[in-house]
């Protein structure tokens, strides 16, 4: 290790009190920025209202922004250090799919009018069986090109039958429907959706923590980190696991918010240095913040239709995607 990752990772906890006070502020600001068709609106306002918009509208678009946001750095930390390759990010297992298609098909079959919660439960359930199919496919061999190609392979069918969904779809306002929701937004959620969420983020979390030690182990190869007493293959589910879950929990409730996962960690890694183990927390705060950041600048734009999340972090995610592509040596993982 060099010297400047040493120093970087001494400075870790300092530098993520530093995150935590920029998510409390970014959780601040999205409290106080709202938006009606007049364009962005400040405060909360008094009385019976206030409480209404606060406990209504703003609280679970800033718990949501927080989940979420932090969920995909998180998951795109620890991925890159599993594959040890740096343009691994949260979609790439097919979660992400997994939730869109089934959300897409709770559209399709016109079930999103009769309940509020279908909508996100069809994304859990589509998340579950993406998780199902992946180990269905990747469990005999268990080696990580097994698991790339698996996940490469559901992104691909999901794709294919939500853009048959789209194509047969029963009117055009429901092809429209969908096609929003995938964009991804934070827009019109409720307290029941961070509900429905948490279930899924919470072990998701729990489990990609868990590999943290062995995640540090694999940087060193897979033969040393055994030799270390960590098997490669527990921390390789532990953090698939905890992603499928994680991610699909995060897609079901918000739509398919992309880049975060893949952006953060390498924004952090002059900061905390190169060990997985030290850059899972701070990743997921500055995901936390900069998902909530981008959710108020959507806010603060000028009337007219409300700019989707998805759509946001696309443009700020692909040009810094096509920087990795073009200088893959400057970006290493470990």
Known sequence: MTTVDTQAERSSWPFSVGLIALVCGAAALSIFIGRDGGGPTFGLGGGELGTVILTEIRLPRTLLGLLVGGTLGLCGAALQGLLRNPLAEPGLLGASSGAALGAVLVFYFGLAGASSLFLPLGGVLGSIVA???????????????????????????????????????????????????????????????????????????????????GLDALTLGEETAATLGFAPAKTQWLVIGGTALAVGGAVAVTGVVGFVGLVVPHLLRPFVGHHPSRLLLPSFLAGAALTLLADCAIRLMPPGPELKLGVVTALLGA???????????AVGVA
């Open 319 to 329: 040009p810094f995607f096509l920087h990795l592509v073009l200088r893959p040596r």
């Open 131 to 213: 998780l199902t199919l992946l180990y269905a496919l990747a469990s005999h061999r268990g080696d990580f090109l097994t698991i790339v190609l698996a996940g490469i392979a559901i992104n691909a069918l999901a794709a294919a039958l939500t853009s048959l969904a789209l194509n047969f779809a029963p009117s055009p306002y429901a092809a429209l429907e969908i096609l929003f929701w995938m964009l991804g937004s934070l827009a019109d959620r409720s307290l029941t959706h961070v509900y429905l969420a948490v279930p899924l983020l919470l072990p998701g979390w729990l489990l990609v923590i868990a590999a943290a030690r």
